[in-house]
């Protein structure tokens, strides 16, 4: 089973700010918090993870609380190409291979 | 440009009917994994390649089989497809090693059984 919340759906004007929650309570402290979305029709794409610290790319913003037990990610400043289901996922990533368990994650709409 | 390549997009089978899907990857990536993924639901780790190394999902049917002959190439054998099996497969690869966290993902082969 997935280890994360999302919300099922969200809506943000194009041009705005994104801020997709996700809580992962359940967090253990070797496990990172990843994020994937997926374009209709298209194999999922990476965006950005973390552990402990925000981290920022080209894509997106990542903000981990300080417990870990939730984040946020940002996309801030939203185009039409970013609608898609955003996945959040928790999983340990050592040396090896990892699996991702994708949940349901969060549709996000961006409106026009 | 480095990508991962599935063959074909899109395959129509019949229900018992043998198929194989194909990977190809310019990546050089030392893991390889295949997802399922039925309509409207998340992808579904059915199994990966770590090097040579097969690793089965638990609860990853028997009908489901794969091969890896060499870094750049993945199958993925559905030996007696039935009508549940229709989805789209998506195949991804990731390089171990410290600093190593991105899954690339291919564009999915959609398969459809009759």
């Keep these: 089973d997935a280890k994360t919340t999302q919300p099922t759906s969200m809506d943000c004007a194009e041009g705005r700010a994104a801020n997709l929650p996700c809580n992962h309570s359940t967090i253990s402290g070797n496990e990172y918090v990843y994020w994937y979305r997926q374009i209709h029709s298209q194999g999922p794409q990476y965006i950005i993870h973390g552990l402990k610290n925000n981290e920022t790319n080209e894509m997106a913003s990542l903000i981990i609380t300080e417990d870990r037990k939730s984040s946020t990610l940002i996309l801030p400043h939203a185009t039409l190409r970013d609608t898609a289901v955003y996945y959040c996922i928790v999983n340990y990533s050592g040396a090896g291979s990892y699996q991702l368990t994708f949940g349901k994650g969060t549709k996000l709409s961006v409106i026009p | ?114």
């Excluded at chain 2, 089989?65 to 998506?90: E, H, K, V, W």
């Design chain 2, 1 to 114: 440009d480095a990508m991962v390549i599935q063959n074909p997009r899109y395959q129509v089978t019949q229900f018992g009917k043998p198929v194989t899907l194909s990977c190809s990857q310019t990546l050089n990536h030392n893991v390889m994994y295949w997802y399922q993924q039925k309509s409207s639901q998340a992808p579904k780790l059915l199994f990966h390649y770590y090097d040579k190394d097969f690793n089965n999902e638990a609860d990853t049917p028997d009908n489901f089989q794969s091969r890896r002959p060499n870094t750049s190439f993945c199958f993925l054998d559905i030996r007696s497809p039935g009508l549940g099996d229709a989805a789209m497969y998506l195949c991804a690869t990731s390089k171990s090693g410290l600093g190593s966290y991105e899954q690339y993902f291919g564009p999915g082969t959609r398969l459809t059984v009759t």
